[in-house]
């Protein structure tokens, strides 16, 4: 089995920055594309912010500029940088990992979540 843990949510001031982390443990052969994505209460869940093996990335238009999605191979880990953060980033970030085990071909696994609240 595979275990995505993260943290570094919280509650931070408009204009201020968080630096979300997620770690995967388990029987990991190799890691493809890593993610986090976003749900805020009321609304569907969507991508923020996407990463591949070789490190090319994807983000969301609403964060371009502001947020930097990384990941250390080494430690089976990706983080999110998020700057800048305004009340509408507000939600509950997930972290999402394509993962290929020694045993199961390539399939998603997701964090428990992590809450960010942006607010004066």
């Known amino acids: 089995q595979v275990q995505l843990v993260e943290s570094g949510g919280g509650l931070v001031q408009p204009g201020g920055s968080l630096r979300l982390s997620c770690a995967a443990s388990?029987?990991?052969?190799?890691?493809?594309?890593m993610g986090w994505y976003r749900q805020a209460p009321g609304k569907q869940r969507e991508l923020v912010a996407a990463?591949?093996?070789?490190?090319?990335?994807t983000y969301a238009d609403s964060v371009k500029g502001r947020f930097t999605i990384s990941r250390d191979n080494a430690k089976n880990t990706v983080y999110l940088q998020m700057n800048s953060l305004k009340p509408e980033d507000t939600a509950v970030y997930y972290c999402?990992?394509?993962?290929?085990?020694?045993?199961?071909?390539?399939?998603?696994?997701w964090g428990q979540g992590t809450q960010v609240t942006v607010s004066s």
């Open positions: 990463i591949t093996y070789a490190s090319s990335t």
């Open positions: 388990g029987s990991i052969f190799r890691i493809n594309a």
């Open positions: 999402n990992a394509n993962v290929q085990t020694l045993v199961w071909p390539p399939r998603d696994y």
